[in-house]
């Protein structure tokens, strides 16, 4: 069964969007398309199931898809990074720009000499042993070889940094040597053993959000702001999330 992605039909690179039954508005247009079609029928419905601006301006010597992520059932869900002979590139459905479904495709800065190196973190990163690609564009100053996500979909982290990027924009913080950084699944905020951190919905920057604290301060301090986050949460929940960050 075939899915939304990237294909190399008669030598043109293609994003093919499959969706499931119904009518669906991209760019000016809007089309009906039955369940996702089967392998025999792609030649018969090609003219079909993708649009002219989605013949991407890619060669298609080597072409290979590095990683994709998609959901039938959305518009603005699918992301990858596909690879041909000489260029590395990010692709997305974007809903950020004036058309609505728009495809966007950014070609990296990386060399085919090290796209055996890449390493996918998720479906917006990439790392290779010396740089990380957000988006298709390389992040100046992080370090590629401690770059992880963390527990908490808000943050990512390195040696020297914590970083957020909210709303397609970049901030961080730098680390304290001396400190450890504590994160909280779903939490919109991090802490150190001295001070709380809160990416800010406002301006999306990670700003301190409590004075200078210690020890056992620390720990009250986390449970509070959990309750706030969630007053769903009862407080014995609250403690068992705030001893999961110890």
């Given at each position: 069964?075939?899915i939304?992605?990237?294909?190399?039909?008669?030598?043109?690179?293609?994003?093919?969007?499959?969706?499931?039954?119904?009518?669906y508005?991209?760019?000016?247009?809007?089309?009906?398309?039955?369940?996702?079609?089967?392998?025999?029928?792609?030649?018969?419905?090609?003219?079909?199931?993708?649009?002219?601006?989605?013949?991407?301006a890619?060669?298609s010597?080597?072409?290979?898809?590095?990683?994709?992520?998609?959901?039938?059932?959305?518009?603005?869900?699918?992301?990858?990074?596909i690879?041909?002979?000489n260029?590395?590139?990010?692709?997305?459905?974007s809903?950020?720009?004036?058309?609505?479904?728009?495809?966007?495709?950014?070609?990296?800065?990386?060399?085919?000499?090290?796209?055996?190196?890449?390493?996918?973190?998720?479906?917006d990163?990439?790392?290779?042993?010396?740089?990380?690609?957000y988006?298709?564009?390389?992040?100046v100053?992080?370090?590629?070889?401690?770059?992880?996500?963390?527990?908490?979909?808000?943050?990512?982290?390195?040696?020297?940094?914590?970083?957020?990027?909210?709303?397609?924009?970049?901030?961080?913080?730098?680390?304290?040597?001396?400190?450890?950084?504590?994160?909280?699944?779903k939490?919109?905020?991090?802490?150190?053993?001295?001070?709380?951190?809160?990416?800010?919905?406002?301006?999306?920057?990670?700003?301190?959000?409590?004075?200078?604290?210690?020890?056992?301060?620390?720990f009250t301090?986390?449970?509070?702001?959990?309750?706030?986050?969630?007053?769903e949460?009862?407080?014995?929940?609250?403690?068992?999330?705030?001893?999961?960050?110890?």
């Amino acid at each position: 069964m075939n899915i939304t992605g990237i294909y190399n039909i008669n030598n043109q690179v293609v994003l093919k969007r499959f969706y499931k039954r119904g009518f669906y508005e991209l760019s000016n247009y809007s089309f009906n398309i039955p369940e996702i079609p089967s392998e025999e029928t792609v030649e018969q419905l090609k003219n079909e199931v993708f649009l002219k601006e989605d013949i991407l301006a890619i060669d298609s010597d080597g072409l290979e898809t590095v990683y994709q992520f998609f959901d039938d059932n959305s518009l603005k869900s699918y992301t990858a990074w596909i690879k041909n002979k000489n260029h590395l590139y990010y692709i997305s459905i974007s809903y950020k720009t004036k058309s609505f479904g728009e495809v966007v495709v950014k070609k990296t800065s990386l060399k085919p000499k090290f796209f055996d190196e890449i390493e996918v973190i998720d479906k917006d990163f990439i790392t290779t042993k010396k740089d990380v690609f957000y988006l298709g564009k390389k992040i100046v100053g992080a370090d590629a070889v401690s770059f992880q996500k963390t527990i908490c979909d808000s943050f990512y982290e390195d040696e020297n940094r914590v970083l957020s990027f909210s709303n397609f924009r970049i901030d961080f913080i730098e680390k304290q040597k001396e400190l450890t950084y504590f994160f909280v699944p779903k939490c919109s905020c991090f802490a150190s053993q001295h001070f709380i951190y809160s990416l800010d919905n406002w301006t999306d920057k990670i700003k301190q959000v409590s004075g200078d604290f210690s020890g056992s301060i620390f720990f009250t301090e986390l449970e509070t702001i959990i309750s706030l986050l969630y007053p769903e949460l009862s407080k014995k929940e609250c403690i068992i999330w705030r001893e999961k960050v110890g």
